[in-house]
């Protein structure tokens, strides 16, 4: 069973910044695609940012030009930075990855991985922004 290690929610008052980590372990495969989806209370699952094993990335239009995904040096870290946050990005923020194994492409987004089975995703951390 692949294990999900989160980290770096918290709160924030708006127009400041918080850098999200996440790192795989446990699993046969390499992610083909990585990356990050949220859920406010209330809300559908919607889809942050992801990576794929080329290295292409997509970023959802609410967050293009604040977030940026980067990879660590080890292919199963992900870093999430995020800033110019305002209260519509208050969610749990929830690491994705498909380790079923597979090639990239550009089905690969963060809505992709929301909609992946519970087993590929970590537990969450929590995002509060308001001042």
């Known amino acids: 069973q692949a294990q999900f290690m989160e980290s770096g929610g918290g709160s924030v008052q708006p127009g400041g910044s918080l850098r999200l980590s996440c790192t795989t372990s446990g699993h046969t495969y390499s992610a083909h695609c990585m990356g990050w989806f949220r859920q406010a209370p209330g809300k559908e699952r919607e889809g942050v940012a992801a990576?794929?094993?080329?290295?292409?990335?997509n970023y959802a239009d609410s967050v293009k030009g604040r977030f940026t995904l980067s990879q660590g040096n080890a292919k199963n870290t992900l870093y999430l930075q995020m800033n110019s946050l305002n209260a519509e990005d208050t969610a749990m923020y929830y690491c994705a990855a498909d380790l079923r194994g597979g090639p990239a492409g550009p089905y690969c987004s963060g809505r992709y991985l929301a909609y992946l089975p519970v087993q590929y995703w970590g537990q969450g951390t929590q995002v509060n922004v308001s001042s």
């Open positions: 990576i794929d094993s080329d290295g292409n990335i």
